[in-house]
């Protein structure tokens, strides 16, 4: 509850400009939403039956996993750019159960990692950086901030909402 106090404390009166100033989960969730809208970021045959990593056993549950995780992606290189996919591979890696043996760190796979990078850069919204790994476009962010403030607009809607308390 005192960390809610505190953020909302900083919170006041500060205006959503940039994918910076919303949050993570909220930015996520509806750039997954404008992508999935959207229809240009196309979804491969494979991924209903493909695994995130070789520490996996399933594949994931959400229908749209590739959405979301695309989102994850776009964000993570918004905030730090020249993010390549090896680093990407180690951010959505997991710890590997081995039975009995200890658990060990597995990277993530790097083909998915591989195949939203380029759908990005078809869609104009990253391209490769000259140091390595890939770096935000100027219409690549314009969208992105426009997406942020829709996001926080929605954010700032469902805060001033009075919510139902149950006795």
């Known amino acids: 509850m005192a960390v809610q106090l505190y953020d909302d404390y900083f919170k006041e009166g500060r205006k959503v400009v940039t994918v910076k100033d919303v949050e993570a989960e909220k930015f996520i969730a509806?750039?997954?939403q404008h992508l999935k809208r959207q229809g240009r970021f196309e979804i491969p045959k494979w991924?209903?039956?493909?695994?995130?990593?070789?520490?996996?056993?399933?594949?994931?549950?959400?229908?749209?996993?590739?959405?979301?995780?695309?989102?994850s992606i776009v964000r993570k290189i918004y905030i730090r750019s020249g993010t390549g996919v090896g680093?990407?591979?180690?951010?959505?890696?997991?710890?590997q159960r081995r039975g009995a043996m200890t658990n060990k760190f597995a990277k993530g796979s790097g083909?998915?990692?591989?195949?939203?990078?380029?759908?990005?850069?078809?869609?104009?919204?990253?391209?490769?950086?000259?140091?390595?790994?890939?770096?935000?476009?100027?219409?690549?962010q314009r969208e992105l901030d426009t997406v942020a403030v829709q996001a926080g607009t929605e954010e700032e809607e469902d805060a001033?909402?009075?919510?139902?308390?149950?006795?």
């Open 30 to 32: 509806a750039f997954a």
């Open 47 to 71: 991924a209903d039956v493909v695994k995130t990593g070789k520490a996996k056993e399933l594949p994931p549950s959400d229908p749209d996993w590739l959405y979301v995780r695309t989102s």
């Open 87 to 95: 680093q990407f591979r180690k951010v959505y890696g997991t710890q």
């Open 111 to 140: 083909k998915i990692i591989r195949y939203i990078l380029q759908q990005l850069e078809e869609m104009g919204l990253v391209e490769q950086a000259e140091e390595g790994g890939r770096t935000i476009t100027k219409e690549g």
């Open 160 to 167: 001033a909402k009075p919510q139902d308390r149950k006795a």
